[in-house]
């Protein structure tokens, strides 16, 4: 909440928290501080389900190189399945 | 100064106060044994929420000689762990500057209603507990001094101005009734050099007391000893300028 540079995206999927799996509604991208990665900021991104209170959330701290090849490479691999006939 | 023949001994627990709008807010709280009268000094955490090093820091001051109180701002977002809860709260864009202040505010009339309080109250924050910490001792009296650890987000261009955040602190700087010690890092990125600059020029014009320290070779959040941003000369140097400070401007 620093930066401010946050942004909500619903996400259909399931996550492996604290507890166990449990269905994920939301992820939350920012560009802020992280908790763990040893940087001023990170790209932070959070797979949470509101609804079942602050715990039920799968953390990942990003750099921005990491941050940019996983998007390029989530494209890429539907992408290539879209071309495979598997989507 | 303490001596090795001095008693020393200290109560540390966790307290619930009324904060905005009456909610339940938990606060750690630790202060000295014995009668007093002591200081009294509101704690505001940092982003990464009511976290263990705010718990140690509250303990830090009791230990210093002050009644230290740190509220959880991020009561409203839930229990659970810190992270969790602070990262909750991130998603939203931080906590409403109005709930902030009035949770703070509250916290100084707790510790002000204390028998064992001198009737002399500051506050200290970090990271975004140092905006905090200069936004409601510009809106709200009976704060006697400020310390602002890096507090980013005190000079807010307009176009990152937003519901929660609709006014920056500086623009309150007129009302400002409490001297100020400012710490920083040359190489931060918020607050920037500029931006203290800034802050700094806004305290001049109105004619506030204040004293600013800039230190070279370290970022945002130097104090803290379990992040890579820790700088052991320039932390040190810097909680010494805050006792220094605190011992001038809260004693009777």
Redesign the interface.
Known sequence: ????L?K?VPVEGFGRGTDGWFDMKQA?V?W??P?HA????AL?I?F?N?SY???A?V?VELSVDGARQLAETIQSVLSEAEDRGLI | MYTTDQYEGMLAETVALRGADGNRVLAYCARPLGPGPFPGMVLVHH??GWDEWYREATRRFAHHGYVAISPNLYER?????P????????????VPDDQAVADLEASMHYLRALPYVNGKVGIFGT??GGRHAVLVASRVAGFDAVVDCWG??VVMPTD?L?PQ?PVAPIDYTADLNSPVLGLFGAE???PTVDDVAVHEAALEEHGKDFEFHMYEGA???FFYYH???YRQEQAVDGWEKIWAFLGQKLSN
Do not use: I, Y
Not at chain 1, 1 to 4: A, R, S, V
Not at chain 1, 38 to 41: C, D, S
Not at chain 2, 83 to 94: F, I, K
């Open positions: 909440m620093c930066t401010m946050v909500k939350n920012s802020d501080h908790f040893p940087e001023e900021h932070n959070d949470v509101e209170g602050p715990g959330r953390a | 982003m990464p977002f839930g229990h659970g762990s992270e969790d809860v602070a990262a909750a709260v991130r998603a939203d864009g931080g990271c975004s980013g987000g990152q937003t955040r931060d990125h918020s970022g945002h959040g992040r890579p941003s």
